[in-house]
């Protein structure tokens, strides 16, 4: 069974820095491109970050772009999201997603993790 | 705002059928067949139901379809039921990045 379990969130203030992580479980990791996607408060669905399988390639969304990184490491099977400069529109529940095999779909996310960034 | 356009809301009653728009570019949705759509009832994870336009998952009840025509795609469920009250998010992927919808609430009446 495919699990996807982030952890790593908390309240911040702005400005500061949290890493999040997403331990995978029920498929082979290192396979798979992941991709972060998060929810804000009441509000839709926001694409973050995706890293390829490898880790070779990485993409940013406009509004994170110089300020996260993605990472991965195939060997622990775990996903990572280095947030810095943490701003107040950055709060949000942050989900880990995988692609759905053979294609660019995402087939199974997690339970997400909550990153408040308030003074 | 978000990159793809969706109605706020639409609703039905059950048995009936409701379709939900997506409204694209020539950036997204016009060049890629790569649009899904996601499930997310109150509190839960969103959960795939369509990919590639038109495409189910294992699990997912055929009264769910896609289709796309120029820079818009649908999502259409038949015979509704109570359980499919939930918010529902268009995606389209293109080679850099991927961009989601605003969501549509559906309220099954």
């Known amino acids: 069974e495919v699990q996807l379990l982030e952890s790593g969130g908390g309240l911040v203030h702005p400005g500061g820095s949290l890493r999040l992580s997403c331990a995978a479980s029920?498929?082979?990791?290192?396979?798979?491109?992941m991709n972060w996607v998060r929810q804000a408060p009441g509000k839709g669905l926001e694409w973050v970050s995706g890293?390829?399988?490898?880790?070779?390639?990485?993409f940013y969304a406009d509004s994170v772009k110089g300020r996260f990184t993605i990472s991965r490491d195939n060997s622990k099977n775990t996903l990572h999201l280095q947030m810095s400069s943490l701003r107040v529109e950055d709060t949000a529940v942050y989900y880990c997603?995988?692609?759905?095999?053979?294609?660019?779909?995402?087939?199974?996310w997690g339970q997400g993790t909550l990153v408040t960034v308030s003074s | 705002q978000f990159a793809l356009t969706q109605p706020p809301s639409v609703s039905g009653s059950p048995g009936q059928s409701v379709t939900i728009s997506c409204t694209g570019t020539?950036?997204?949705?016009?060049?890629?067949?790569?649009v899904s759509w996601y499930q997310q009832p109150p509190g839960t994870s969103p959960k795939l139901m369509i990919y590639?336009?038109?495409n189910r998952p294992s699990g997912v009840p055929d009264r769910f379809s896609g289709s796309k025509s120029g820079n818009t795609a649908s999502l259409t469920i038949s015979g509704l039921q109570a359980e499919d009250e939930a918010d529902y998010y268009c995606?389209?992927?293109?080679?850099?990045?991927?961009?989601f919808g605003g969501g549509t609430k559906l309220i099954v009446l």
């Open positions: 890293i390829s399988f490898g880790g070779d390639d990485t």
């Open positions: 020539s950036s997204d949705v016009v060049t890629y067949n790569r």
């Open positions: 995606s389209s992927y293109t080679s850099t990045r991927r961009v």
């Open positions: 997603a995988k692609y759905i095999d053979g294609g660019v779909d995402l087939d199974y």
């Open positions: 029920g498929f082979t990791f290192s396979t798979y491109a």
């Open positions: 590639a336009v038109s």
